[in-house]
C-alpha cells in the first residue's frame, strides 16, 4: 500500500490555504455576523445595531472578506439614499453544519476546559513566584 496515500487522507493536516480560510471565516466577527445573516439578509447598520461590540472598521473587514471568501453577497439596494444590504450565500449557509458541530463541543466539555484551564494558571502562578 502506498504510505503517500495514507499521508494525504489524514483529516487533521491542515494546509496552509485552509488555515488562512478557516481564520477568515470562523473568527469572532465572522461567526456573530453568520450568526445575524443566517435569521435575514440585513444592512451595514442593522449588522452594527445587532453587534454592538464590533467597530465600524472591523464589521467593514469583516464583511469584506466573508464576501471574497463566497459567504456573504453584497446587493446595493435602489433607495434613497442608496443603502447595501448583505445576505448569507448557499456556499455560506453550508457552514452552520460545522460551526454547530463546533459550538456544541464546546458547550459539552467547556467544564473540563475551564479546569484545564484553572490549572494551568494555578500552575503558571506557582512557576512565576520561583522566579
Partial sequence: MDDTATAHADPFEISAPHRALLDQVLD??????????CERPARFSELRRAIPAVTQKSLTATLRR??????????VLDTRPV??????TALGKTLRPPVDVLLEWAARHMPRIEEARR???????????LH
Fill in 83 to 88: 443603502a447595501v444590504e448583505y445576505r448569507i
Fill in 119 to 129: 490549572y494551568f494558571d494555578d500552575e503558571e502562578a506557582d512557576r512565576s513566584h
Fill in 66 to 75: 466573508l464576501e471574497r471568501n463566497g459567504i456573504v453577497t453584497r446587493e
Fill in 28 to 37: 469572532k466577527w465572522s461567526l456573530e455576523v453568520l450568526n445575524e445573516l
